[in-house]
């Protein structure tokens, strides 16, 4: 029985942390090896598209601009310094080109059909709730400005904490607060009940 704990302590002590393996496969990735990226691709992509979503609300514009962040990361992954977790450059990559996006388009039409359309994620009836809570707050965080939504999105969504945001975002942590008081506060005046006491 001890021999079986003793084994599980040392399995669990060389499996690398999410930011170990994550700086480990930038290091690969700088010497342009595939399988690296493929990993990095799969494991970033599904929370990539929903804070592009969130923060875009275009299908067809989110999905280009989370092309766009992760070719940065292919093509230039020596811009990685170290100084932060290799998340915190990525999303402040997808940001930066989400903005840039932004500016590129005429249109600021939202994607209403977005609010109908199914997640496309089976879950047990059990998440039924937590389901139409997060619709209704997605609903709310639309009508929010680009800024305030990222920081809604990367604190709620991705437990991002006020520092990381800033690095992210290029601002002060003050700044990233001053935006989540007031995007929290449009919100509560969009929600009602238990969802906005959750904020």
């Known amino acids: 029985m001890v021999g079986r704990q003793d084994r599980a302590l040392r399995a669990s002590a060389t499996v690398p942390s999410e930011d170990a ?14 399988r690296a990226f493929e990993e990095l691709y799969r494991s970033y992509h599904p929370r990539l598209r929903r804070f592009l979503f969130n923060m875009l609300r ?10 766009d962040t992760l070719l940065v990361v292919w093509r230039q992954p020596e811009r990685y310094n170290g100084r932060s977790k290799v998340s915190t450059w990525i999303y402040a990559i997808a940001y930066r080109q989400a903005l840039k996006a932004l500016r590129r388009c005429d249109d600021p039409v939202d994607d209403r059909a977005a609010e109908a359309r199914p997640s496309g994620e089976a879950g047990p009836e059990q998440q039924l709730g937590v389901r139409q809570a997060q619709d209704a707050l997605l609903r709310a965080m639309g009508e929010l400005s680009p800024d ?23 601002c002060p942590p003050d700044t990233v607060k001053t935006r989540m008081f007031h995007a929290r506060r449009r919100l509560k005046t969009k929600l009602s009940g238990e969802l906005a006491d959750w904020l």
């Open 21 to 34: 393996r994550d700086v480990g496969l930038m290091e690969r990735i700088a010497r342009r090896d595939p």
């Open 148 to 170: 305030h939504r990222a920081v809604i999105d990367l604190t709620y969504f991705h437990q991002l904490g006020y520092r990381e945001i800033a690095e992210l975002m290029g």
């Open 58 to 67: 275009r299908p067809h514009l989110s999905d280009e601009v989370l092309n």
